[in-house]
Each structure stands twice: as structure tokens, then as C-alpha cells.
């Protein structure tokens, strides 16, 4: 909890912090990797960097934190600090870390905003950085302990066991650790990190979501290939179609994520645009194993069924529940399709049991649509659930 000294403090300087929080990250960023240049080459998503989203997310979760501080001070943004710190732990984030980052972004404050950053405004905000720091190092820490490694140390080598062409930009990867020891234990909804050494040296890191286990010394990730003008959009996707064949070595994180069921019964439905089908395949791979009673509704928007990547398996799985539907939206649909199914994903026809919980995964505004409906139909905003894949940008945009 913020003192009562600082909490006056940070309430009466948040509106000027918060017009400036865009300037202070990007200067932020700008001395970290001047002073650090292998964090931009060997941690951090050059992509996201380049675009900026990033910068966007960060300043998002600095605001929203501080403001949650401030205006409901008996409270914390657990959800918020919990998807960050499994992000950072697949990552291998550790303490030490924490100490960089407050060097340099202390140092943007102070040169952005200037003499409004008085010695009392300092203390201030040092305290907002270093509840959140260490709220996030705690996390992190039970996290490595509950998968049994030391603090950072969550990458294996792994060794690819074969490739399917599910669409034309995406393919599953399926591995095996090359030790031959087991292979972790995930939940279902969980991802991995994989990193790559890209041709100019780079080792990059990107979170890929496991769509289920083919057996018990083997995993599955799919990979679709991001297209954009120049680079270093989408190196890593590109580095992974262009060059990744059985017989490789990979290096992979230990599973992390915090959208997973939650294992009560509840009635659910489970969401998903274009890729995001992902963690949605594991869940249904999961439930149809368990035999979930209630019912499970499983909505999917994309381009066009030849873009649904895992199309099959995605109607399989739901098919296999005993009480399930599965409805796809196409922008392009096949001859046939239901006219009431062409577009984007509208839920106002579907019926949802009382106590649905729902899971999304897909790009932001097609999570903010379907959140949206699903509060107009009653679901109760704690029981909507879901996973960006790429930087968080939805407190950014609130």
C-alpha cells in the first residue's frame, strides 16, 4: 500500500505523468538500450519495439497501477501484475533486472518533466515503481519455484520431432525435449517462449501458445507467419517457416500463462480470432479428456475457412464434449456457409447458460467486441478472461 505522504503525491502529480508517460518510455527505452544494446538484441521483441507497442504497453501498466494505487488503495491489479509476471518468467526475468529498469526510467522522468520532478515527486513515484517491482518479483519467484528451476534459469533444448502445414502461413511444430528427460507439465492455455538466433546474431524471443500434448515426451506449438513491410517485422515467424525442420534444436522456456480454466464446471465459452485458436484447442483438448458436463459454446472469427488454421481439429474437439457447439465466422466463407455466420463474430444470437465464464484470445478489437456483447448479455465482467498475444495493449487504450 502507498503512504499516505506519497498517495497525495502521486494523485496530485498523476495527470502530468500520465500526458507525458509516452515521451518518458520512449527516452526510456532509448538510454536502456544505449546502455544495454544486448537486451534490445537478446530479450526484447525488436518487432514490438519498432512499432512501438511496447512503449504503449508499458506506459499502460505504469498508469494503471499507479491510478489503482491511488483511487482504491485497499486493492491491488492482481490480474494485471499476474499476466505481466508470467510473460516475465517465460522470459527468465530476475531480480537484478528490476535495478536496471529503475536507473533508467527515473532517469527519463527526471529529464522529460524536469523541475516538476521535485525531491518529494521522486520519493513518490519511487515508491509506485518499487510496490510494483516487487510485487512483480515475488510473482515471478513462485512462479520458477512452482516449475521446480532456479530464478531465470527456464530454458531446455528441445528438438524438433516433425512439421504440418496446417494453412499457408501456418504451421505446428511438434517437439521433445533432447535430453529425453520428461517433458513439463502444462495447463491448458499455457504458452512457451522460443527463442531463435536469427542470421545477424540476434537471439529473439517469442511466446507461442501449446496446443496440446501428442504424447507424453512431446508438445505442439503453431507458428503463423507474420507479413509486413520491412523488418524485423515478423523475423522470428519467417526465421521459423523459412528454416525450422525435424531434426533441429530449439531452445524453449518452461510453460507459463494465466489464462487457464479454472477447473470448476461452469458453463463456457471459449472465443478466438486467427491464430488465437491456439490456447482455445488446448482447453478443448483438455475438456473433451475430462468430460466436461456443462455446456461449452466455441465461437471462432477469420478470414476465410482456408485461413482457420487447425480448422478440423477445432470442430473435432468441440464435436467430442457432451454438450458443445462450435460456431465460425468467415469474412470469405466457402459456398454454403450460413449467411448469419458471414462477417464478424455477432453473439447475439448465441444463448449462454447462467454463470458462463468466457476465454478470448485473438487481436484487441475483436476481444474488445466480443467483451463488449458479452456484457450486454449479462456475463459478468469478472468472469471474462483473456490472453494478448504481443504486448498488453488493452489498459493502453482504456
Known sequence: MLSETSTATVRATLPAVGAAIGDITDLFYRNLFEAHPELLRDL?????????????????????????????????????????????????????????????????????????????????????????????????????????????????????????????????????????????????????????????????????????????????????????????????????????????????????GDLVLDGSGAPLLLASAGIGCTPILSMLEHLSKEGHPSPVTVVHGDRSPADHALRTDHAALTGKLPDASAHFWYEDPEPGHPAERTGTVDLSGLPLAPGTQAYLCGPLPFMRAVRSQLLEKGVAAADIHYEVFGPDLWLAQD
Open 44 to 256: 526484447f521483441n525488436r518487432s514490438n519495439q519498432a512499432s512501438g507497442a511496447q512503449r504503449q504497453a508499458l506506459a499502460g501498466s505504469i498508469a494503471a497501477f499507479a491510478t489503482q494505487l491511488v483511487e482504491n488503495p485497499g486493492t491491488r491489479p492482481d490480474v494485471m501484475l499476474g499476466r505481466i509476471a508470467n510473460k516475465h518468467a517465460s522470459l527468465g526475468i530476475t531480480a537484478p533486472q528490476y535495478t536496471i529498469v529503475h536507473t533508467h526510467l527515473f532517469g527519463a522522468i527526471a529529464e522529460v518533466l524536469g523541475d516538476a520532478v521535485t525531491p518529494e515527486v521522486a520519493a513518490a513515484w519511487d515508491e509506485v515503481y518499487w510496490l510494483m517491482a516487487n510485487a512483480l518479483i515475488a510473482l515471478e519467484e513462485r512462479l520458477y519455484a512452482q516449475r521446480g528451476v532456479t530464478a531465470g534459469d527456464v530454458w531446455r533444448e528441445w528438438t524438433v520431432a516433425s512439421r504440418i502445414e496446417e494453412t499457408s502461413d501456418v504451421a505446428t511444430f511438434r517437439i521433445t525435449p533432447a535430453d529425453g528427460a520428461s517433458a513439463p507439465a502444462f495447463r491448458p492455455g499455457q504458452y512457451v517462449s522460443v527463442q531463435v538466433e536469427l542470421p545477424d546474431g540476434a537471439r529473439q524471443i517469442r511466446q507461442y501458445s501449446l496446443t496440446g500434448a501428442p504424447g507424453p515426451e512431446c508438445r505442439s506449438f503453431s507458428v503463423k507467419r507474420v507479413r509486413g513491410a520491412g523488418t524485423p517485422e515478423g523475423e522470428v515467424s519467417a526465421h521459423l517457416h523459412a528454416r525450422l525442420r525435424p531434426g533441429d534444436r530449439l531452445r524453449v522456456s518452461a510453460p507459463y
